[in-house]
């Protein structure tokens, strides 16, 4: 049922496989999945909702409608037919949930690897699979904070979640994590947080 969409997902090399993963993994992980990439996406200004579920259904309906990159003179203007494309409620209550997700995690995951390529977005859908206890909507609300104001902590991020950061590269990027999440949690010590952090992680 899925195949069709996860080898249409071609512009960004390895999502399929990514996304697939999720999916067979079942319905909470890969919904932790769409939920992060979505929540970047918008913090990033790509996106005007971090509904993964709505950003699912407006890219669906709006390639049923031939709205796609090359019809556009720019990317951004192709975004931004995407995020005004009116939804037909009718007919989305016929796509199902994955199809939804799947879709929103690939248009998030698309205009973040095409506007800010240095992010290596795939480390954090990859990671978020791998680890999907770190997602929680607190977490990513706060992280998604963090990258609107500098996109290139998504690499650090993603990198932490794939382990591929050691000695003070891996401290550093845990003190980031806990500080922006203490503005969601100020009921919660540095020390208590941390430990949250770290327990998501492992």
């Not at 995407?82 to 690939?106: M, P, R």
């Not at 904070?145 to 902590?153: A, M, Q, R, T, W």
């Amino acid at each position: 049922m899925f195949a069709g969409i996860l080898s249409a997902l071609i512009t960004v090399t390895g999502l399929g496989n990514i996304l697939g993963k999720a999916l067979s993994l079942g319905i909470r992980v890969l919904e932790a999945t769409a939920k992060g990439l979505t929540a970047f996406g918008n913090a990033l200004g790509l996106l005007e909702t971090d509904d993964p579920v709505e950003m699912g259904i407006k890219r669906i309906q709006a390639e049923n409608a031939g709205i796609e990159p090359d019809v556009y003179d720019s990317y951004d203007e192709y975004l931004d037919a995407v995020n005004k494309f009116e939804i037909d409620e009718e007919s989305a209550a016929e796509i199902s949930l994955e199809e939804k997700l799947l879709k929103g995690a690939q248009h998030a995951t698309e205009a973040i690897d095409r506007k800010f390529p240095d992010s290596e977005i795939l480390n954090v859908a990859e990671g978020i699979v791998e680890n999907p206890e770190f997602y929680d909507d607190d977490r990513f609300a706060a992280l998604a904070e963090l990258v609107s104001n500098d996109p290139d902590k998504i690499a650090i991020i993603g990198k932490l979640l794939m382990g591929k950061l050691e000695g003070d590269e891996y401290y550093d990027a845990i003190d980031m994590i806990v500080s922006a999440e203490q503005t969601k949690h100020p009921e919660l010590t540095i020390e208590e947080i941390e430990e949250r952090v770290q327990k998501s992680l492992a």
